[in-house]
């Protein structure tokens, strides 16, 4: 799988959009974009992922550039809850998940 | 949604004992569950996968034999700790993947705070 780089940590103001990047330069073509987040003692709980079209559920959009070696996870009005670690994956489907450091995303009121 | 259920939440036990965390799939069937370790400010690493109905394949560094996983229904995958030593305190999670959804998210149980004491 290919390897993902994102800032170690990341702020914003309760209320705000919360825009998290994720570099992934060498996703080839069959590699999902996959996010998932951790809130502090909890496990992992998925977000959104997407294959080169941009996304958008009920928590989150994903943006994924046209070339696809960039992806950022959108928060539209981030709240206190939504402070956690934020983890960017490339992978195939149903392979298994490895977890980089991920981004610690703070919501300050 | 899928939910997985793991059990217990967190557990104590004296150095030299084995501790057993269960994981459960409460709503699907998971043919594969994995676990996972995590250590204060650390990442998450995937410590084995497991199989129902066969044996575990573990990550290299991995003792087999301390770290017993058994996976007999589909519902349920067991992790026992076996000789509990202080330096296997940490947190961990297990999960699981309803094989034919498209969009094959995995699911994450609440994990289980291991402290060996």
């Known amino acids: 799988d290919a390897k993902t780089t994102q800032p170690p940590s990341m702020d914003c103001a309760e209320g705000r959009a919360a825009n998290l990047p994720c570099n992934h330069s060498?996703?080839?073509?069959?590699?999902?974009v996959y996010w998932y987040r951790q809130i502090h003692s909890q496990g992992p709980q998925y977000i959104i992922h997407?294959?080169?079209n941009n996304e958008t559920n009920e928590m989150a959009s994903l943006i994924i550039t046209e070339d696809r070696k960039s992806s950022t996870l959108i928060l539209p009005h981030a709240t206190l809850r939504d402070t956690a670690v934020y983890y960017c994956?490339?992978?195939?489907?149903?392979?298994?998940?490895?977890f980089g450091k991920g981004t610690m995303l703070l919501v300050s009121p | 949604g899928a939910v997985v259920s793991q059990h217990p939440s967190r557990v104590i036990c004296k150095s030299g004992t084995s501790v057993k965390i269960e994981c459960r799939s409460l709503?699907?069937?998971?043919?594969?569950m994995f676990w996972y370790r995590q250590f204060p400010k650390q990442s998450l690493m995937l410590m084995a996968t497991?199989?129902?109905?066969?044996?575990?394949?573990?990550e290299q560094g991995v003792e087999k034999d301390k770290f017993l996983i058994n996976h007999a229904s589909l519902t349920l995958s067991t992790l026992t700790v076996t000789s509990a030593h202080p330096e296997d305190s940490s947190f961990y999670i297990c999960?699981?993947?309803?094989?034919?959804?498209?969009?094959?998210?995995?699911?994450f149980g609440s994990g289980t705070r291991l402290t060996v004491v």
């Open positions: 497991s199989n129902e109905g066969s044996k575990a394949t573990y």
């Open positions: 997407g294959l080169k």
């Open positions: 994956i490339v992978r195939v489907g149903y392979s298994t998940l490895t």
């Open positions: 709503d699907f069937q998971a043919t594969t």
């Open positions: 060498t996703i080839s073509g069959n590699e999902y």
């Open positions: 999960s699981a993947t309803e094989p034919d959804r498209d969009d094959s998210d995995y699911t």
